[in-house]
């Protein structure tokens, strides 16, 4: 037992199932997913095209009701059979990060902008939201970019300005979908060790849906979902990791647009 | 942190361009809304500019602005003999068109007796009438100098121009020229020659009826109007109205149907106005859909969503209007037709415009409020 998994867990996924429509066309996404991540765990979701991880992460992030199981965020038990939260806009805000693919940066905002609007949206004072976006972007290096406009940054400097809206509000749970996805090896590199740091020194929860098996070896432990179903636990330093990516391969790449495709 | 001036600012030649062909547009509804109050008010004015206390005009009519009317002349002195009638004065009015410097130039012709009322009120510059043939005074939108000479008539009888009026014209826009009441009575009667030798030859008259169409009098501040307008009743061929009445003939019957018109447009524009806001607001969301999805899935409430819009189409509409109005405000003076801007109907333009651009954002707040936060995850 790690000294992470000896603390309670951040992420408390228990008997997590999705279905959408009914009858014949009833589509089951998820099947009782379990898993626990702990305080400064970095975790992989890992499956084929319409394995579920984007489902699950969707759950998790509380923008897609399950249709049973339990989810626990950060001890506070936010679905059990219904949303037992009516603002989960505010857990959002105040519990959870997101990063996404592209980094979704507002194009009409600087990067002290792009990061200062999650804390605008928390209430922070102007001057306060500016002087933190400033502190986070400094702290993820791309300080010297704080007035340059998104289209003006480099893939590798515009997902560290995402990474630093994920982490504005300090949550402890951090959901990234294929963080790296639209950066070379080298960025991609840069962009996970951001991560683990951000794990290790904020005590957060990362949780990462991937394809990238150059970073494979960066998670704590990778979640292996096939049909729905969580199908193994993997190693991520073991060569069963490359197979099981290499096997996911083979399956034709739809493009991951749809959450309720996934 | 207001977002939707941040958007305006990142795309503001977009905004710029929409707002230049916005302002037009509201230019136009602008424009329209002058046109029509200005006709009223010449209207007004035509009536107002004699300023008498009482009309008689020919009985069952309702003359001589809003239908055609004709008294004898001597109609005068008998007014002038009623209670109460301080001064009385006949007037004739004709529309004549004539060619001035090898330029068609439409007038409203009003005949008046000098020194008693019917005539000009205020002169811009010039004189008044002295002679008692051909002088006139016109309203300068007629083009006219002071000096220059004018052909009237069927005989081409030369009118020299010796005063100005400003700002008097019929609620068609012709500029109104005064000139003596007998030149104006030939000008109504007189014959072209070859006519006239016919006429003689088979016997009819050649002299020119002594007709007006309208006696105005002023009555004494120490009898009433309704009093005078009883006692001239008594004559059955004619009718006496108040310049109250008047004026509700003039802007409700003579200019009705401009009114509706001008009306008509104006709603037809402020139709096609929200209708290019309404598009232009929704393109605009459409463009911001995976913002809007990464917005709400940082958790900005809903009305963080509908405030990016709104203020961003109340943006439009009022940067619009301002641009509109001072565009209109700068060239009013060089429209053909006098365009008079009331600020009551401005101010109801401006809430029009408000409301309007709240229900064309209507559109695009209903599909960013239909956005999938979801929509930001996945490429």
């Known amino acids: 037992m790690t000294a992470a998994s000896a603390q309670a867990p951040l992420v408390k996924v228990e008997r997590l199932s999705k279905h959408f429509g009914t009858g014949d066309t009833r589509v089951d996404a998820l099947r009782d997913v379990s898993l626990e991540v702990h305080p400064g765990e970095v975790v992989a979701l890992l499956g084929p095209s319409g394995s579920g991880k984007t489902t699950l992460l969707n759950c998790i992030g509380c923008i897609l009701e399950p249709s049973s199981g339990r989810l626990t965020l950060d001890g506070e038990i936010v679905y059990d059979g219904r949303w037992l939260r009516s603002d989960l806009r505010r857990l959002r805000l105040e519990k959870i990060g997101f990063i996404f693919q592209f980094h979704n940066l507002l194009p009409f905002l600087d990067s002290t902008d792009n990061v200062a609007v999650a804390l605008d949206l928390a209430g922070l004072s102007a001057a306060a939201a500016r002087a933190r976006s400033i502190e986070l972007l400094d702290y993820l290096e791309v300080g010297h970019r704080k007035q340059a406009m998104p289209a003006k940054l480099s893939g590798g400097e515009a997902q560290r300005v995402a990474i630093a809206r994920a982490l504005a509000n300090r949550p402890r749970i951090i959901l990234a979908d294929e963080p790296t996805a639209a950066l070379d090896s080298h960025r991609s590199g840069i962009v996970m060790d951001l991560l683990r740091k951000v794990a290790i020194d904020q005590d957060a929860a990362i949780i990462t849906v991937t394809h990238d098996d150059k970073i494979f070896d960066r998670f704590d432990r990778i979640f292996q979902l096939r049909d729905g179903r969580l199908d193994a636990e993997i190693d991520p330093h073991s060569r069963q990791v490359e197979l099981e990516n290499t096997a996911q391969h083979e399956f034709p790449q739809v493009p991951n647009r749809d959450a309720i495709q996934d | ?220 501040s120490f009898v009433s109007v309704p009093e005078v307008v009883a006692a001239v009743a008594r004559w059955k061929h004619l009718n006496a109205l108040t310049e109250a009445q008047q004026e509700t003939l003039v802007t409700r019957f003579v200019i009705e149907k401009q009114r509706r018109q001008m009306g008509m447009f104006t709603v037809l524009l402020v139709i096609v106005s929200a209708v290019i806001i309404a598009l232009i607001i929704y393109t605009l969301t459409l463009d911001k859909l995976r913002s809007i999805a990464t917005l709400k899935l940082i958790g900005a409430p809903d009305r963080t969503i509908v405030g990016l819009i709104v203020q961003q189409a109340l943006f439009m509409g009022i940067t619009g209007f301002f641009a509109g109005l001072a565009l209109v405000i700068s060239f009013k003076d060089y429209f053909p037709r006098r365009v008079v801007l009331v600020p009551d109907n401005i101010v109801l333009l401006f809430a029009i415009v408000i409301v309007v651009c709240l229900a064309a954002s209507s559109l695009g707040v209903r599909l960013a409020l239909k956005v999938d936060p979801a929509t930001a995850l996945g490429g």
């Open chain 2, 1 to 220: 942190m207001n977002l939707a001036y941040r958007d305006v600012k990142h795309n503001l030649p977009r905004f710029a361009l929409t707002c230049v062909g916005l302002s037009l547009l509201l230019g136009i509804v602008i424009t329209i809304l002058g046109i029509y109050q200005g006709s009223l008010d010449d209207a007004l004015r035509q009536v107002r500019a004699t300023n008498p206390d009482l009309w008689v005009v020919e009985a069952g009519t309702n003359g001589p602005f809003a239908e055609a009317s004709r008294i004898s002349g001597d109609t005068r002195e008998m007014i002038a003999r009623v209670y109460g009638v301080e001064r009385a004065g006949g007037v004739t009015y004709q529309s004549v068109q004539t060619v001035h410097r090898d330029v068609p130039l439409r007038l409203f012709v009003i005949g008046f007796e000098p020194g008693r009322p019917g005539g000009p009120q205020k002169l811009a510059t010039g004189r008044g009438i002295m002679r008692s043939h051909y002088e006139m005074i016109a309203d300068r939108s007629a083009g006219l100098a002071v000096g220059d000479e004018v052909p009237l008539g069927t005989r081409g009888h030369k009118f020299t121009v010796v005063g100005l009026i400003q700002d008097e014209v019929t609620a068609s826009g012709d500029p109104v020229a005064y000139i003596p009441l007998h030149d104006a009575q030939t000008l109504q009667f007189e014959l072209a020659p070859p006519v006239g030798r016919r006429e003689a030859a088979r016997g009819g008259p050649l002299q020119t009826a002594d007709t007006v169409n309208a006696v105005v009098a002023k009555v004494s």
